[in-house]
């Protein structure tokens, strides 16, 4: 059998709170109706930016990613993928009601399974939790983890806490139990202002600070001993781009270095930490040519770490170019395929 082409980001459309509804207990359906809630929007990436969907795989009136035979048409048998990992991005995570945000985040995974994974083999999924409560997540993912088809742990890039605190160790011992990654997706629970001097006038500079946050999440994981508590958790970084690895590695070393004593527990370099314990999708590469993309992968000096993305329907990637070029051939087939099931054990339990 012919190994397949495993794309680790796509995106389904999940509709609105009304959607959901059905797969909510009725407490929470009254309490959503009642409100006048029941059409409220989460969407995380602005319906119209640009970036949100690619121009033609926009259909008018529709919210982008939420046609399944679109998605199979557009991004599984046009890229040639055999698997995909669907990660919504509609979640309860902003909610600040712990309970509340549980209650959408089960709803959303269930959703899932039943409007995308039971209809296409082909398609995986993240378990969607409540960072608000670790103790529900754990439950969440106590709840789920029995569907082998979904394989990933799924978090927001900016929690209410440092992601390395022992606040959310409950989240990592239970992925680690069931053998799922934690995937750290670009997005906030907008507790904080995203950069370290308050709130962006523009959805710009929104953007484009998530690299700080997850160079800000990153550190924290190290340096707390997360990898030194769970040494065989991995952590995928998904559409946080890759240009700022190489010289963050770099700082990370050299400053463990004269202050190693603080942190007696980080006994590695923070560089072997990184390049054995994290994962980083594809989709944005953010590198200008091909050139740059030759000396990123050099620096990073680590092919393991690379995962194949679409990022569908999200667009940031040239045509249909969503491998970056100047990506050496034999890495472009290591993250295609070995590198995502060497990351995601549950993929080899359920290859088609």
């Known amino acids: 059998m012919t190994a397949p082409v495993i794309d680790c980001d796509i995106h389904p459309g999940v509709p609105d709170i009304k959607a959901l509804l059905p797969y909510m207990s009725q407490y929470w359906q009254d309490s959503f109706t009642d409100r006048g809630l029941d059409g409220f929007d989460m969407m995380s990436y602005p319906l119209g930016a640009p970036v949100t969907c690619r121009p033609d795989w926009r259909v008018p009136g529709e919210r982008p990613g939420s046609s399944l035979p679109n998605m199979q048409r557009d991004a599984l048998d046009r890229f040639g993928i055999g698997i995909a990992i669907c990660n ?170 004269g202050v190693r004593a603080e942190v007696p527990w980080v006994n590695q370099s923070p560089g072997d930490i990184i390049r054995n314990n994290i994962r980083v999708t594809t989709q944005p590469f953010d590198a200008p040519d091909q050139a740059t993309v030759q000396r990123i992968v050099e620096q990073i000096d680590c092919e393991d770490m690379f995962l194949f993305a679409s990022d569908y329907p999200h667009w940031q990637f040239d045509e249909d170019a969503i491998v970056p070029a100047g990506m050496p051939a034999s890495l472009v087939q290591r993250m295609r395929t070995d590198n995502p099931l060497s990351t995601y054990p549950r993929l080899r339990e359920t290859l088609p």
């Open 88 to 257: 919504p991005l509609t979640g309860g995570q902003v909610a600040v009601s712990e309970t509340m945000g549980a209650s959408i985040c089960s709803a959303v995974n269930d959703w899932v399974r039943e409007h995308w994974l039971d209809k296409d083999k082909r398609l995986r999924a993240s378990i969607v939790v409540p960072p608000q409560s670790p103790t529900l997540a754990v439950e969440e993912i106590e709840r789920v983890a029995g569907d082998k088809r979904f394989v990933q742990v799924l978090l927001p890039a900016a929690c209410e806490l440092m992601l390395g605190r022992s606040y959310y160790w409950p989240i990592y011992e239970a992925a680690q139990r069931h053998n799922m990654p934690v995937g750290i997706h670009a997005g906030s629970m907008y507790r904080y202002a995203p950069t370290a001097t308050g709130w962006p006038s523009h959805y710009l500079q929104d953007y484009i600070s998530n690299n700080h946050l997850f160079e800000g999440q990153l550190l924290s994981l190290v340096s707390n001993g997360v990898f030194a508590r769970f040494p065989d958790l991995k952590f995928v970084f998904i559409e946080s781009g890759v240009s700022w690895l190489p010289h963050f590695i770099w700082r990370a070393i050299k400053t463990w270095r």
